[in-house]
């Protein structure tokens, strides 16, 4: 392995985000980094590579040849090349325009890709009748689901890499070739990355790999750029996907470069300016090491000059551990102003687990006057109250678990699911716990928990249908698709008369049959798979005999699976 390079040596590692890079603009950057490594990498410089998830040889090195071997003999992933083909497929549509149709509920570009949809699909011959929504919008929340995991992989290999340079002395450079990524409610996520760069001394620059070629012939679907909404709504008003390249770069320092093809050129200007630099110290009047992260600025009083500095820094004491990059939360629709996220039978649980062990000794009043609060919607004083109860040696199980509904009001997810545990704990055979974690744990974008509870809730209680019900659940989210039939269906074996259970059975086999249904264009028609359609269906059916409430709405997903049947092969 190389010696550690000294701290007046230049490092930097090319940061290939295969995530979001498409094929063409993955081999333009390939032959402008290994031009950039043969002219521009000095003795004694040191460097890494950096595609996708790992460091290629797993290690930084002064020697050239390896990182261009490494540079020449990378690959994209699969995965990354499988989305771009997804954006193709029958009903086209780009990134931004999923994004605005899934999770901004956007009418004017849903109507802009159905009008798309029609001229290209097998609806051709009567477009004034078909409804393309259920295609648009099914497949709209599919892509904006992997577009959270693929942002979700970037920043946690990025701020692990910015992590582990920490251990390099001197200043660093990731140069972060990306073509931009989803930035929905990824911002803590971002400051958090941006606190350990500072930490780790490290600058980041970014390209934006799609050069010049933003725009195609609107008019030539065969040869339209997917990223191209066709000219009747500019996807530059929805700026989803520059934000958070241009935000890692400018609030630590660096900054980004795009509208150019010219990327040998552009790691050449990043280099010349990471190879000149003024470094300014100070101590902090706040002394508190809280983990925080404080922001910054820096300004110079003489006219005309401008200042690029980080942002800011992660308040942690010397040699403290870095905290793990927090996941980004799912989408999900904002609740009311003040309203409690809560299911409404709460109270009733609360008051089972009560019934159990209702005396708490020294902390009964603290408790009764905590669930007083929580009854009138005081969350924060209840909380108050209800965690000095919590802390009693003799504290019920039921203190806590009110304790956690109270947290979990005010957002504050990890601390409901830290009190929901300890009733966890205490009281294993109260089932209410095991569904409120999951329901925490998945607040938290943690399904890998959610599902490990609830599996242990199904090993106590095999046949409990809310059981079932919230595993199938979160394996739809999951888009684990035949997994959560096969637990919706212990579901309705379990209890046949539970509509929930139909209902779910019924959506799940929908969704499965408008997932599977791919556009032939050489015949002009939907390949799919009839049998999905017909149990789904039967579901709905079932739904509606054994009395579901949404009877319109089962009877229109009825109406819609008849009319794509018959358009199908």
Excluded: C
């Amino acid at each position: 392995a190389a010696p550690p390079p000294r701290a007046d040596r230049r490092v930097y590692v090319l940061f290939f985000d295969q995530e979001h890079l498409t094929q063409g603009a993955y081999h333009r950057l390939q032959g402008a980094a290994e031009d950039y490594l043969l002219s521009e990498f000095k003795p004694g410089d040191v460097g890494g590579v950096l595609i996708g998830e790992k460091m290629v040889g797993n290690r930084l090195t002064t020697d050239r040849e390896e990182l261009m071997a490494a540079v020449k003999t990378s690959k994209l992933s699969p995965e990354a090349t499988s989305r771009a083909r997804d954006l193709q497929d029958w009903p086209r549509m780009s990134a931004v325009e999923a994004i605005r149709i899934a999770v901004n509920y956007d009418n004017d570009v849903l109507n802009q890709v159905a009008e798309r949809a029609a001229r290209e699909g097998p609806s051709t011959r009567n477009a004034g009748q078909a409804d393309l929504t259920p295609d648009i919008m099914n497949k709209a929340r599919s892509i904006v689901q992997e577009l959270n995991q693929s942002t979700r992989q970037t920043l946690t290999t990025l701020a692990a890499l910015a992590n582990g340079l920490g251990r390099v002395p001197g200043r660093k450079t990731i140069v972060l070739m990306s073509e931009g990524f989803y930035t929905q409610n990824v911002e803590e996520a971002l400051r958090q990355i941006v606190g350990i760069a500072a930490r780790s001394n490290v600058r980041i620059y970014a390209i934006d790999a799609r050069g010049l070629n933003r725009t195609t012939d609107a008019g030539d679907p065969s040869v339209m750029n997917p990223m191209e909404t066709g000219a009747a709504i500019p996807t530059d008003l929805y700026n989803t996907i520059e934000d958070a390249p241009n935000t890692l770069a400018v609030d630590t320092g660096g900054y980004v470069i795009r509208n150019t093809n010219a990327f040998k050129a552009a790691l050449t200007e990043i280099e010349t300016d990471t190879s000149h630099y003024y470094v300014i110290g100070y101590s902090p009047t706040n002394t508190k090491m809280d983990g925080t992260f404080r922001q910054i600025a820096v300004k110079v009083r003489r006219p005309g000059v401008s200042v690029r500095a980080r942002k800011g820094y992660l308040a942690l004491p010397p040699g403290a551990a870095v905290p793990a990059l927090e996941a980004p939360k799912p989408n999900a629709p904002a609740s009311p102003a003040g309203a409690m996220a809560l299911a409404p039978e709460t109270q009733a649980h609360v008051r089972a687990l009560a019934a159990r062990e209702p005396k708490s000794g020294a902390a009964q009043k603290l408790a009764d006057e905590g669930w007083d609060r929580y009854t009138k919607g005081d969350l924060a004083g209840a909380s108050a109250a209800l965690d000095q109860a919590a802390a009693a040696p003799d504290a019920a199980p039921w203190i806590s678990y009110a304790l956690g509904f109270a947290q979990f009001g005010q957002g504050q997810t990890k601390d409901a699911v830290a009190s929901w545990e300890r009733v966890r704990r205490s009281a294993p055979d109260f089932q209410g716990a095991y569904l409120d974690l999951a329901n925490g744990y998945m607040t938290l974008d943690d399904p890998v928990r959610a599902i490990a509870v609830l599996r242990t809730a199904e090993r106590r209680w095999p046949t409990d249908v809310k059981v079932l019900n919230a595993i199938g659940t979160i394996q739809v989210r999951q888009q684990v698709l035949d997994d959560a039939i096969r637990t919706f269906e212990k579901a309705v074996q379990a209890e046949p008369k539970d509509t929930t259970a139909y209902l779910n059975l019924a959506r799940t086999y929908e969704l499965r049959f408008y997932k599977m249904r791919r556009y032939s264009r050489p015949g002009g028609t939907q390949a799919a798979n009839p049998e999905d359609a017909k149990k789904a269906i039967e579901n709905y059916r079932a739904y509606l005999k054994h009395g579901g409430p949404d009877e319109a709405g089962a009877k229109a997903a009825i109406e819609r699976l008849k009319d794509a049947t018959k358009k199908a092969p």
